[in-house]
């Protein structure tokens, strides 16, 4: 309910749980998620808060993005026993529907909260994956049992510029300094990208494989990867992206038992996982000739020759001299003992 605050003046309020869990149940957010944002960004607000660095901050408002609140979203899904998928290679289209499917009511979420605020758009916007209950994997038959929790968090942003159909924020998990970047070009965000691919090899590994490349597990990686940007890429059409930028993929292959207690082949999981942001160029917007590169800023940072060894700047003729010290000593220890 966009708007909702509660009365001026009056402290926290109970809320119902009851009426939270019925609201998320029916697809909103939770009544105190609610309450937060409009203390966040109402008109009495005081402070709002933010995932940005102070780079960020800086240059975001350099190109009139003025940040207005934290913003999150969460799912913790469950995967219930699925039918056995083993004996068979491709994609364990169950698992990968489950893992597209906690993402998207997370990320569903987070565009609520940005809806609330009013919100032009969702600014470094990323997910973190945590695996809560590990389930029966591995062990053949009915996979499954996996609880899963993702949760997305990023910075609500007003951006009059970025185009987008009123109520619908752009989420996005460009930094700022990178919205920075593509804006001086004549970019703007339009969509947030996400796939989850699980690929299944049947009897790809043995005890008494000898040395060489394993081509189906190659095979199976690439294969993966061929699922999911082929979804990618139908996301970035139906939001008519020009481009894809900022690809985060993960990769995760694993052996597991085969399901037959005396057989020595394993079978291998694939899973791989794309974010990414689709981008297009604004309206109107020309290239520009010469880009204002942000001024050098000098850090604090001491010098040094190597990771394990720092070394102050000005600390160096006097290492030098020490190190000529030692070499002479060394040389007229050696000419004594002949």
Request: proline share 4%; charged share 25%; net charge negative.
């Amino acid at each position: 309910m966009p708007g909702w605050a509660p009365a001026r003046g009056a402290g926290p309020r109970i809320i119902d749980l009851g009426a939270s869990v019925q609201h998320v149940a029916q697809g909103g957010i939770p009544l105190r998620a609610q309450e937060r944002l409009a203390e966040e960004a109402g008109p009495n607000r005081k402070l709002f808060t933010s995932d940005l660095s102070v780079s960020e901050f800086v240059l975001a408002r350099d190109i009139k993005v003025d940040p207005i609140s934290q913003v999150m979203g969460s799912s913790i899904f469950h995967i219930g026993q699925i039918a056995d998928y083993k004996g068979a290679t491709g994609e364990v289209t169950t698992i990968s529907d489950a893992h597209r499917e906690a993402r998207r009511r997370a990320v569903s979420r987070l565009f609520q909260e940005a809806a609330f605020v009013r919100a032009d758009a969702v600014i470094g916007a990323h997910l973190r994956e945590r695996m809560i209950t590990m389930g029966q994997q591995g062990k053949g038959g009915d996979d499954g049992g996996q609880v899963l929790e993702f949760t997305v968090v990023g910075t609500a942003v007003r951006a009059p510029w970025i185009n987008h159909p009123p109520g619908q924020p752009i989420i996005t998990d460009l930094s700022g300094q990178e919205l920075w970047a593509l804006a001086q070009d004549g970019y703007e965000p339009c969509c947030f990208l996400f796939e989850f691919c699980r690929y299944h090899v049947w009897h790809v590994t043995s005890a008494s494989v000898g040395h060489g490349e394993i081509t189906a597990a190659t095979a199976a990686i690439d294969e993966a990867r061929a699922i999911a940007s082929k979804k990618i890429h139908r996301q970035a059409a139906a939001f008519q992206a020009e481009f894809v930028v900022g690809s985060d993929i993960k990769l995760e292959a694993r052996e597991v038992p085969c399901g037959y207690a005396e057989c020595e082949r394993n079978d291998l999981d694939v899973d791989l996982s794309w974010f990414c942001t689709g981008i297009r160029r604004i309206p109107g917007a020309r290239r520009r000739t010469r880009v204002d590169i942000p001024p050098l800023t000098l850090t604090m940072t001491k010098l040094g020759r190597r990771k394990d060894e720092v070394i102050d700047g000005g600390d160096d003729a006097d290492e030098i001299e020490r190190a000529a010290e030692d070499a002479r000593e060394a040389a007229l220890e050696s000419s004594e003992g002949r």
